[in-house]
């Protein structure tokens, strides 16, 4: 897979109309079995997972080779949700780009939106001012939990656990009230702007922010006691899908992937950016790489950003909100690569500008994308029921894998 | 022509009461089975924080048929490379299995079918079991990967957890010697305690077992929605699928019948013969009315006053339940429906309290994988019940020779269930131990289970 995905694609949808019967492409080779009408008869069996399926998160399609139930190739078919969103950049300014990447990853938005806004405040050589910058952490923080919370519980209904995912979703719902009463949209917020915020926090946000770190405390709790310790949970996720340091580092992987590899790397720390110079926090690292040390570096990420939450509501810098910058946007000609780490791993936005009001390219590194190159490699050699664990844990939003 | 018609008068004036019972059990069942689902839904929901069904009639009470109506008129869909006259027997085939299953259970002492056959428990095992063979069908005939492999997994978990829970019934009738239900129930009444205090152990692997058999949560691996979207049923739809539903939750209640009849004393009141705890005939009652109560005290609050008028109406019909209950305790009059009536409340009751446990199940763990599934099967349950078994008969053998009876058989049946358990540990141990080096190798040819 990669860039070329597509083309490649394109491609087989031509072969397979022209002649039904020869599916599959590299991976999965010629040697498919799905002509054999005996299914019980069949060596191996190719099934088609996706990309309407229970437990796919969104449009993913996989085509699993299987012998009985163990897997011996799978490929992912993606573009499902393909909006050509690094096209549409190039077709709109600076500022009305910023509302689209808030589509990428929509359980993220506030993440997109930071990442897009830095990079272009970069290219402008603009800073936001202090204040904006404290209130763009807390937002952001809040909504790498938001972000993990639903990862969570739909992990954890993948697995079988049913009851995870709505106490999750009690509390994303307190997040996504802070959102709405701070800018008046839940999930696509397009909360910030370039060169610092639109709207002034509210009166309580300083508030609500501390009540709901209070009470998520306990509550990640609660979800650490139904699964933790539970066998089961322990049973069906350790040593599934591990992935090592050196193949993370391979493929590209980043974020509570990469980290739960053993790699200590998070651009927070790295490459400072917003306000996280300010606060104490740890990154959390796992030491063998399987879908139980990712489960415990994200628990142990949610607990994390409540931290930084905590420190950063203590003090919010008075001052203007918004930096000078004009009306009509137009940086110098140059480029400009930005990362963040956005809960998924890191989001790099590369924009190169000729000058004019629009960007002359945007290009976007999504995190769900990277990371599902690893997809195969933890997969192979697994169980059906494992394949869903390892999707779950990759933790992809396809609108950002697709965008 | 005359011959047929007397024939059929003559078979009719005998068995017009099994007849009868067994139209009420067709007609009721799917009734029952719909509020049990209700009532799963609501726990859910209740566990969850949230309110579950609420739109269809108060408090969602009529939610059940307005899912059976809506199956009813769904579109009748057969895919095309199906095998259409098998597509269409199976789940005929799983559903009157788990119906003609419950013929042979004896709700309360006076509501039994097939009176007093002599293999009763057998009986019941035997049929339900037979369900398996609309799974398989099912899977077969619908021509799909997903259904394939859910009714592959679905048999081989059958045949699997069938032998210990069959194992484990083995030590639960060692201290009865019938197979006859009511004989059962009768011993337990007889030594006045229930086989539960004295085969610990097997009632335990009988309760994993039954999860399994039944393919409920966490052993629901042949429907396991997230991994085979839903495993056998994929291709089915509208009724078809429904009578699939119905005998997933008809075999539930069967398995906890049976577990009631073996092990929790069947219809018995608990301490049946102990006059001090006579106070437990008003429990019954008080429980209706206290529902009864909770309804009322929720009427005023319904939006309409077409679902005030339905509340009270469910008010009063607990209220009469309750009257029906009280009046064999207090009435000298009704003192012959006593045993029947107070005996069906406390099995509904028990089973009731068994479907819970699965549903609390269900809600509370994620899902084993099919080779763990397997391993616990065939590595713990299965050698835990052969040697629970041989312990159990030597318990028996050794209190029959003191001669002990009832609460005194604790003394050697006590040390038997913790023999066992200490197997149960050893095994474990050993499991851990050989399955350390050989975590991923294992589970290749777990069919052949």
Not at chain 1, 107 to 134: D, F, M
Not at chain 1, 187 to 194: D, G, K, M, Q, Y
Not at chain 1, 195 to 210: I, N
Request: with cysteine; net charge neutral.
């Amino acid at each position: 897979m990669g860039a070329g995905e597509f083309g490649n694609r394109e491609r087989a949808v031509k072969r397979v109309a022209a002649e039904p019967e020869t599916e599959g492409e590299t991976t999965l080779s010629s040697e498919a079995t799905t002509e054999n009408k005996t299914l019980l008869g069949a060596d191996e069996l190719i099934i088609n997972m996706g990309p309407q399926h229970p437990s796919t998160h969104g449009v993913l399609r996989v085509k699993l080779k299987l012998d009985g139930e163990r897997v011996i190739g799978s490929e992912c078919i993606i573009g499902y949700l393909h909006r050509g969103v690094e096209k549409i950049g190039e077709n709109r300014t600076y500022q009305q780009f910023a509302p689209y990447v808030d589509r990428m990853d929509y359980v993220a938005a506030v993440s997109n939106g930071l990442g897009y806004c830095e990079a272009i405040e970069k290219l402008l050589v603009v800073e936001a001012p202090p204040r904006a910058r404290v209130i763009r952490t807390i937002l952001t923080e809040l909504q790498r939990i938001a972000s993990h919370l639903l990862w969570l519980g739909t992990h954890a209904l993948d697995i079988g656990a049913l009851t995870p995912l709505f106490y999750c979703m009690r509390e994303r719902e307190e997040i996504l009230k802070i959102f709405e009463k701070y800018c008046g949209a839940r999930l696509t917020t397009h909360a910030f702007r370039i060169g610092g915020l639109q709207y002034e926090a509210y009166d309580t946000l300083e508030k609500d922010v501390e009540r709901f770190c209070k009470d998520f405390e306990s509550r990640v709790a609660e979800y650490e006691t139904l699964l933790t310790q539970n066998r089961i949970w322990i049973g069906r996720t350790k040593g599934v899908g591990i992935l090592t340091a050196e193949d993370a580092i391979a493929f590209g992987v980043t974020g509570p992937v990469l980290r739960a590899s053993g790699v200590k790397w998070d651009l927070r720390k790295a490459a400072p950016y917003a306000a996280y110079d300010q606060y104490k926090f740890e990154i959390p690292v796992g030491t063998t790489g399987d879908t139980y040390d990712r489960y415990l570096v994200r628990m142990e990420e949610m607990r994390q950003s409540r931290l930084i939450c905590l420190q950063a509501i203590e003090n919010i810098p008075a001052g203007p909100i918004l930096a000078k910058v004009g009306k009509v946007l137009k940086p110098p000609p140059g480029e400009v690569y930005h990362a963040i780490e956005a809960p998924k791993g890191e989001l790099g936005y590369y924009v190169v500008s000729d000058g004019t009001v629009q960007p002359y390219r945007v290009r976007i590194r999504p995190p769900s994308f990277i990371n599902l190159q690893a997809f195969d490699r933890m997969v192979r050699g697994h169980l059906v029921a494992d394949v869903v664990a390892i999707i779950g844990t990759i933790d992809i939003v396809l609108g950002e894998v697709d965008r | 022509m005359q011959a047929v018609i007397q024939a059929t008068m003559e078979f009719l004036k005998l068995y017009w009461a099994p007849l009868l019972c067994g139209l009420v059990i067709v007609a009721v069942l799917p009734l029952v089975v719909g509020y049990i689902v209700l009532v799963e839904r609501k726990l859910m929901a209740d566990m969850q924080a949230r309110l579950g069904p609420m739109r269809v009639g108060p408090h969602g009470l009529l939610q059940p048929i307005a899912d059976a109506v809506k199956l009813l008129i769904k579109e009748d869909i057969i895919p095309d490379n199906a095998d259409k006259l098998v597509f269409w027997l199976a789940p005929v085939l799983s559903v009157g299995a788990a119906l003609l299953s419950i013929a042979g259970l004896a709700i309360g002492p006076a509501f039994q079918i097939a009176k007093d056959i002599n293999i009763g428990i057998l009986f019941v095992v035997g049929v339900s079991a037979m369900g398996i063979f609309g799974i398989v069908l099912g899977g077969w005939a619908s021509n799909s990967h997903y259904s394939l492999m859910g009714s592959l997994r679905s048999s081989a978990q059958l045949v699997s957890y069938e032998t210990a829970a069959g194992m484990a019934l083995v030590s639960g009738l060692l201290l009865t010697g019938t197979l006859n239900i009511k004989a059962i129930v009768e011993a337990q009444s007889k030594e006045g305690i229930w086989f539960v205090m004295l085969a610990p152990v097997a009632f335990f692997i009988y309760l994993v077992a039954s999860i399994a058999e039944t393919n409920r949560a966490p052993f629901d691996l042949p429907e396991a929605e997230s991994e085979l979207v839903a495993g056998y049923m994929t291709e089915f739809s509208g009724f078809r699928w429904s009578l699939y539903f119905l005998a997933e939750y008809t075999n539930m209640i069967v398995v906890s019948s049976v577990a009631t009849t073996l092990f929790l004393g069947g219809w018995l009141r608990p301490f049946a013969d102990v006059h001090l705890f006579n106070f437990l005939d008003y429990v019954p009652p008080l429980l209706m009315i206290g529902v009864a109560g909770y309804c009322l005290s929720r009427t005023p609050k319904q939006p309409s006053g077409v679902q005030q008028i339905f509340m009270l109406a469910v008010a009063s019909l607990c209220f009469v339940v309750a009257l029906v209950l009280v009046a064999p305790v207090v009435l000298p009059i009704a003192k012959p429906f006593y045993a029947g009536i107070h005996g069906g409340f406390w099995f509904i009751f028990k089973v009731s309290a068994y479907i819970y446990f699965f549903m609390w199940l269900r809600f509370t763990i994620p899902r084993y994988r099919f080779d763990q599934l397997m391993r616990l099967g065939w590595q713990f349950l299965i050698p835990l019940s052969i040697v629970n078994v041989l312990v159990v008969g030597v318990a028996l053998i050794v209190s029959s020779y003191f001669n002990l009876h009832g609460w005194a058989m604790l003394l050697v049946t006590t040390p038997a269930a913790i023999i066992a358990l200490v197997v149960a540990l050893m095994i474990l141990a050993a499991g851990q131990e050989s399955q350390a080096g050989k975590e991923n190798a294992a589970a290749s040819d777990f069919y052949a289970g």
